[in-house]
């Protein structure tokens, strides 16, 4: 798939990579085919491929049918797939829109017709997938703090803006399409230069061991807290999912808002590890300090989305 300098939103991802082993035939085949192809479109295509949909007449801010692509990567021998699921992302994304914008602004961005349309859709599909969930969050303008939960520190891999390298599309070697949103190559130069790159990527059981030990803290230290219900949500997320998935945190297209010197010493999941490990301690007040040094980081970040 072709490639172009143009970049679309600016937005994180939570991922999780399944074994082929967890997908039932026949779908297990076609992705064992499909990781066998080669290097995979990244995410920048399929957003790309979404937003076109808002520029057709009429109006198709989700496909008319599910993708059949995905992002692959193979670790320590294993493959395992995100598929994208781009329909299904359509969809809850509309609901969420509802929820977020006033019925003015929602109603001259996708008509009531529109949108009834795409609701009723949805009800039939659900009606014949109840167990279905997307293998992709994602969060525009910021990283949500909940997500920061589930990785440590020495789980970081940044890549800063150069030429070539493995790491162009966002990815490693041995791993195909599971690179950022955005990574994508600038035209004009002698030689493609990629983005830089940040993510996190942790075997499902120790994500899944943090989200418990961080809820542990969190009531310990506090009987109404908002991040107790979103970590909650991020857990029953992570439980759908085989035991040996990956999961994967990447900055997406925040790499293109925030200065690569600032993205270099982004150390967001240890701040985070650092506040609940006090909050452990009973150290409310060196909790408070790195909960302090997260929000002015990421406050800066959220108010670009407001800039002219």
Same mark, same amino acid.
């Given at each position: 798939?072709?490639?172009?300098?143009?970049?679309?939103?600016?937005?994180?991802?939570?991922?999780?990579?399944?074994?082929?082993?967890?997908?039932?035939?026949?779908?297990?085949?076609?992705?064992?085919?499909?990781?066998?192809?080669?290097?995979?479109?990244?995410?920048? /295509? /399929?957003?790309?491929?979404?937003?076109?949909?808002?520029?057709?007449?009429?109006?198709?801010?989700?496909?008319?049918?599910?993708?059949?692509?995905?992002?692959?990567?193979?670790?320590?021998?294993?493959?395992?797939?995100?598929?994208?699921?781009?329909?299904?992302?359509?969809?809850?994304?509309?609901?969420?829109?509802?929820?977020?914008?006033?019925?003015?602004?929602?109603?001259?961005?996708?008509?009531?017709?529109?949108?009834?349309?795409?609701?009723?859709?949805?009800?039939?599909?659900?009606?014949?997938?109840?167990?279905?969930?997307?293998?992709?969050?994602?969060?525009?303008?910021?990283?949500?703090?909940?997500?920061?939960?589930?990785?440590?520190?020495?789980?970081?891999?940044?890549?800063?803006?150069?030429?070539?390298?493995?790491?162009?599309?966002?990815? /490693?070697?041995?791993?195909?399409?599971?690179?950022?949103?955005?990574?994508?190559?600038?035209?004009?130069?002698?030689?493609?230069?990629?983005?830089?790159?940040?993510?996190?990527?942790?075997?499902?059981?120790?994500?899944?061991?943090?989200?418990?030990?961080?809820?542990?803290?969190?009531?310990?230290?506090?009987?109404?807290?908002?991040m107790i219900e979103s970590l909650v949500d991020v857990g029953r997320w992570l439980e759908d999912f085989h035991p040996r998935s990956l999961v994967e945190l990447d900055y997406g297209g925040l790499v293109h808002v925030i200065p690569e010197g600032r993205l270099a010493q982004d150390r967001s999941a240890a701040d985070v590890g650092e506040g609940l490990a006090?909050?452990? /301690?009973?150290?409310?007040?060196?909790?408070?300090?790195?909960?302090?040094?997260?929000?002015?980081?990421?406050?800066?970040?959220?108010?670009?989305?407001?800039?002219?």
């Open positions: 798939m072709a490639r172009s300098s143009v970049m679309v939103p600016y937005a994180s991802y939570l991922r999780v990579y399944e074994p082929l082993a967890a997908f039932p035939e026949p779908e297990r085949s076609y992705w064992y085919a499909y990781a066998g192809r080669g290097a995979a479109p990244g995410a920048q /295509e /399929e957003l790309r491929a979404s937003l076109a949909g808002l520029a057709r007449v009429p109006q198709a801010p989700v496909p008319d049918r599910e993708s059949r692509e995905a992002f692959v990567a193979e670790v320590g021998g294993v493959v395992h797939v995100c598929p994208w699921r781009t329909r299904l992302r359509g969809w809850l994304a509309l609901k969420e829109l509802k929820e977020e914008l006033p019925p003015a602004v929602l109603d001259a961005l996708l008509p009531p017709a529109v949108r009834g349309r795409l609701e009723a859709d949805h009800e039939r599909w659900r009606g014949e997938n109840p167990d279905a969930r997307p293998w992709i969050r994602s969060a525009a303008w910021h990283v949500p703090v909940r997500w920061f939960v589930l990785f440590d520190d020495a789980e970081r891999v940044y890549e800063p803006a150069g030429f070539g390298g493995p790491a162009a599309d966002g990815g /490693e070697p041995g791993s195909q399409g599971a690179g950022t949103e955005g990574a994508g190559v600038q035209e004009g130069a002698d030689k493609p230069r990629p983005a830089p790159s940040l993510r996190y990527r942790t075997p499902m059981v120790q994500a899944r061991r943090r989200v418990a030990r961080g809820l542990r803290a969190l009531r310990e230290a506090s009987e109404e807290d908002s006090a909050l452990r /301690e009973g150290d409310g007040v060196a909790a408070g300090r790195a909960y302090e040094r997260l929000t002015a980081r990421w406050r800066g970040v959220r108010e670009l989305q407001y800039a002219s």
